[in-house]
């Protein structure tokens, strides 16, 4: 295969976005599916929008077309901070026709998925099944190189099942002129729940020529702030605690700025819930799905609410808004829990479930 370095104009390359206040350093809202959706972004952008955002991943495939919803994050973008369409798939082909259709969109770049766990994905070689072939990952690379007129970014694991073949990843990263990278600081069978290894996102950040983004388990402002020191990456990637607290962005803002940091009360925390549902709640939608697309986001949330996960074991039993919105009410706003703080970290010992992509969704 001739390489694309050959043809490719490398003084085209633009930086990534500047953020949003000068001189700080970026976040990005990661990539989830089924939340990072456009009703995701409204209800975030009125509590501080990151400075990017990613789309959940665009599935590439034979017979894979561009799907509209995940489109409209692109398209209605309610915010003025760039938005990524991120790709998951393996097949050149697929994915280069899959770039053509969505240069004709205002996407900031493009990013390749490196890292859904998904067995039903990991199997067939697609999201973090890839990282097992770093030479498929160069040649994928290769070919975006040269179809990506805009921004080329890449979200990936540090390895599958260890990181054997971190360093050839990511000289493939410099290789290919890739202009950001988030890293995930776990194996992809390390899941979502195993300790994240910081001294891979310093080694990243070491290696290669663009920024490095840091994720995982960043919970908090402080965190945020910590880690961001520590591994000397360029900003950070917050998923999981983005949906519990919709604020972060704002508060890492403040953080950084040395000013003091907006603490929600649980009101405001029960206000984002019914924000979220007017924002989920179209018109097609039966109210049962709308329930439990409500509670993917609470099950996050109620790791914050009470420390004995009452909230979180009445909102999974609720059949419908109203009961729904009850437990919402009782533990959020009742007893003279309104002008209670939010807690910024989740308590120890509760889990969402499900935590992570749902199994069906990634099917390619
Ligand atoms: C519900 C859910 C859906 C996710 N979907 C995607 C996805 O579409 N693409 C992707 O690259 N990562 C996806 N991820 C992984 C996140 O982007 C992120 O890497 C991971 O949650 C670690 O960051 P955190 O600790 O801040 O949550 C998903 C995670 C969750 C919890």
Known sequence: MISCLESFDSSSLKSIPPSLVDG????????????????????????????????EFFRVHANSRIDPEILSAVTENPTDRPVFAQLIGENI??????????????????DLNLGCPAPR????????GLLRVPGRVSEILDMLRVEVDSLLTVKMRI??????????????INKYEVNLLSLHARTVLGGYRSDPSYSHVSKAREF???????????????SALFLKEQTGAHGVMVGRSAIRNPWIFRQIREAQSGVSIFRPT?????????DLY???????LDEKKCVARMKKFL????????SDGGFLHEMRRSQNKTELLKVCSTYLIDHGNAEKCFSDEPFDGLVARPSSESKEGCHL
């Open 24 to 55: 700080q350093w970026p976040t990005a809202l990661a990539p989830m599916q089924d939340v990072t959706s456009l009703p995701f972004m409204k209800v975030i952008a009125k509590r501080g929008a990151p400075d990017f955002f990613f789309t």
């Open 93 to 110: 082909s697929d994915l280069r026709r899959t770039v053509k259709d969505l240069m004709a969109y205002p996407v900031a770049g493009i």
């Open 121 to 128: 994905v990991f199997r067939k070689n697609v999201g973090g």
């Open 159 to 172: 390895g599958f099942e260890d990181d054997r073949f971190f360093e050839e990843l990511l000289n493939s």
């Open 208 to 222: 290669v020529n663009c920024p490095v983004l840091l994720n995982g388990n960043v919970s908090s402002s402080k």
């Open 266 to 274: 649980m009101k405001d925390v029960y206000q984002y819930i019914i």
């Open 278 to 284: 007017e924002a989920l709640n179209k018109p097609a």
């Open 299 to 306: 099950n996050f949330v109620g790791l914050s609410v009470d």
